[in-house]
């Protein structure tokens, strides 16, 4: 019938084609799976990076809303103020007095009122006419360890 060299040719070709389809097969799409997921991963990660740029875009957008906020409570203020130190001055003559000094700006002082602060001590400070707590001799009565 057939011959056993005919019959190994076609197994060994057989073979090689299948091998061969299943290795092209199995780069391709374990290739696509990869890439894909490579450029996922790029995507979610610049849409991280843009969401972060909005994010302290808008962070710096609020605190310069802030201060000019306050910048313009602050003018309202001195304008309530001042509104009120002419009133007074005005209806009430000589009987108040307003100081000129609480319209301005304050001025910063120079020195700071803060009170001199030294780190803490570990040990009790001796005195200039006693020994040192580190000292050999240091609360032994001289009479008791000359009778010794």
């Known amino acids: 019938?057939?011959?056993?060299?005919n019959l190994i040719f076609a197994l060994l070709l057989g073979g090689a084609i299948g091998g061969f389809a299943g290795w092209y097969v199995a780069l391709n799409t374990r290739g696509d799976n990869k890439r894909k997921l490579i450029l996922d991963l790029e995507t979610q990660l610049e849409q991280a990076s843009q969401s972060r740029a909005d994010y302290e875009a808008e962070v710096a957008e609020h605190f310069s809303e802030t201060a000019d906020l306050l910048h313009k409570l602050t003018?309202?203020?001195?304008?309530?103020?001042?509104?009120?130190?002419?009133?007074?001055?005005?209806?009430?003559?000589?009987?108040?007095?307003?100081?000129?000094?609480?319209?301005?700006?304050?001025?910063?002082?120079?020195?700071?009122?803060?009170?001199?602060?030294?780190?803490?001590?570990?040990?009790a400070p001796k005195k200039p006419d006693e020994q040192g707590q580190l000292s050999e001799t240091f609360g032994l009565d001289k009479s008791n360890s000359s009778a010794a």
């Open 75 to 123: 003018d309202d203020y001195r304008a309530v103020y001042t509104h009120l130190a002419d009133g007074a001055q005005q209806l009430c003559g000589d009987q108040v007095s307003i100081a000129e000094a609480a319209l301005t700006a304050p001025v910063e002082d120079t020195k700071p009122h803060l009170v001199e602060v030294a780190q803490p001590l570990d040990y």
């Open 1 to 5: 019938m057939y011959s056993m060299t």
